[in-house]
């Protein structure tokens, strides 16, 4: 981690903007599928993607929100190709039926920026009985991902430009339950710590990028997949945790990024040359940095995604 503006080896650090780690960089003819985009650093992310010629592509849950963002990035930046579509990650169905309209659309898909998250929900299970935060910050990504893979292999292999897969997770997947993944817990009520059960979502995030990376590795694809830290920010996703609110609202000044520092790491990971050929690995402050033991255990890796693809049968 690259404290109070210290710059790392990337010529970047915590303070760096989005704008500035993606300066002068060429995205046009690239498509980008950005999930989460209708508020906080998915917008900022959409944003900047578009502002450097890339088509974004918004995958939201509140359409009028997504219209709303949208027009909004449009009226700054005219030529921006920018479009929603509705993609509510909680919900198998919807993710399914998010992937089927974009595959339809016949678009290339060369970035795959899963951003959406919630944090610290009360404990609720989703519309396919999975406990909500393993449901929407996971699952649902790792769905999605799935359906998306061929569209992203086709892409590379026309395009001859590498894929990337972008998996927003958190310095919280240092801090999930004791054993990692409750495998046989995951809707367990009784033992349900929300802020655990967050950890263990952005600790799945890690485990699902390095796992992914391995496989395309071994299947000589030209995608890669990488997991990031995107640092502290002040948006609605603490909204369910009124310490986690109370504490940002009083480090404020001193930790907190604000949401243009907030999408540097997604968007320098997403876009940045430097990132080529990298895959499994772990940014923050958009630099390469020291994820947790945890998160490199290639046999838990394995076992959630096996025990991912059961689910999403």
């Known amino acids: 981690m690259w404290w109070f503006g210290r710059k790392g080896p990337s010529g970047f650090s915590s303070s760096s903007t989005a704008e500035e780690v993606t300066h002068g960089i060429d ?78 659309s016949r678009l290339p898909l060369n970035l795959l920026i899963n951003n959406a998250g919630i944090m610290a929900t009360p404990f609720t299970l989703s519309k396919d009985n999975i406990e909500l935060q393993f449901a929407t910050n996971h699952l649902g990504h790792f769905l999605l991902t799935n359906l998306l893979l061929d569209t992203m292999k086709k892409t590379t292999q026309e395009s001859k430009r590498e894929g990337r897969i ?24 009784a033992a349900y710590n929300s802020l655990s059960a967050y950890g263990q979502t952005k600790l799945a995030n890690v485990l699902h990028a390095n796992e992914l990376a391995r496989r395309l590795k071994e299947d000589g694809v030209n995608i890669t997949a990488n997991s990031l830290h995107p640092g502290l920010i002040a948006t609605n996703i603490f909204h369910y945790h009124s310490f986690a609110e109370g504490l940002v609202n009083k480090l404020g000044k001193y930790v907190i990024k604000n949401v243009q520092q907030g999408a540097a790491t997604t968007c320098y990971v997403a876009l940045h040359p430097q990132v080529q050929g990298k895959s499994g690995e772990y940014f923050a402050d958009s630099n390469l940095a020291k994820a947790s033991v945890q998160s490199t255990n290639v046999e838990l890796a394995r076992k959630l995604w096996d025990f991912s693809m059961n689910l999403v049968k």
């Open 27 to 104: 995205g046009s003819g690239l498509t980008a599928i950005v999930t989460g985009a209708s508020s906080g650093i998915g917008t900022e992310t959409a944003r900047v993607l578009a502002l450097r010629g890339t088509h974004v592509i918004m995958g939201v849950r509140n359409m009028a929100a997504g219209k709303e963002v949208k027009e909004a990035i449009v009226k700054e930046i005219p030529n921006a190709k920018v479009d929603a579509m509705e993609l509510d990650l909680s919900s198998m169905a919807s993710v399914r039926k998010f992937a089927s309209e974009f595959t339809s």
């Open 166 to 189: 972008v998996n927003v997770s958190s310095i919280a997947h240092r801090i999930p339950y004791r054993e990692g993944i409750r495998f046989d817990k995951i809707n367990d009520q």
